[in-house]
């Protein structure tokens, strides 16, 4: 019986460091993918702007409060405002994929309300006020201006 005890409790053990295996793998993956999407950028100081935004869950579409970071091209987000070297947004968005940024309080029927619109998806997103909409919609399309203006710098006219 004692033999059997000890055998299921390793089974258990391998089991658990199993689980922590992936949970770890899990991690890594996603830390990976992050700093494919962070491109080297140091969004933890001088950001364009930062603040906190309303935004819908990708799969669950609840409306969640994240903090949110412009720098070089790139929106960060993440679950606190407490933003390190070590911390990992929670999801990054390409400026240079963005066609428009613009209010959609009427759209999504919510006060302080505006859009990101891609090639392939529309975002919004709910600012605490109206000043913070119009200063979030005039800083990500002066980024939006000035990637698609470093695209054509880069590679000559259209």
């Known amino acids: 019986a004692r033999h059997r ?4 409790r390793e089974r258990e053990n391998e089991r658990e460091s199993e ?4 949970e770890v793998m899990a991690q890594l993956l996603n830390r990976l993918r992050a700093e494919e999407r962070i491109a080297g ?3 933890w100081h001088s950001p364009e702007r930062c603040g906190w935004l309303m935004k819908q869950g990708e799969y669950i579409k609840t409306w969640r ?5 412009l720098k070089q091209g790139k929106i960060f987000w993440f ?3 407490e933003v390190g070297p070590s911390s990992i947004p929670r999801g990054v968005i390409d400026v240079h994929r963005c066609l428009s940024v613009k209010g959609a309080e009427d759209v999504i029927n919510k006060a302080h309300a505006f859009e990101l619109s891609t090639y ?3 975002m919004f997103f709910i600012a605490d006020s ?3 909409k119009e200063e979030w919609i005039s800083s990500v399309g002066r980024a939006i201006v000035r990637q698609s203006k470093s695209m054509t710098d880069d590679y000559g006219s259209y």
């Open 79 to 81: 679950k606190t405002e």
């Open 130 to 132: 109206d000043k913070e």
């Open 65 to 69: 409060r994240r903090w949110f970071i």
């Open 41 to 43: 950028v140091e969004f």
């Open 120 to 122: 392939s998806e529309t």
């Open 19 to 22: 689980e922590s295996g992936v």
């Open 5 to 8: 005890e000890e055998n299921e």
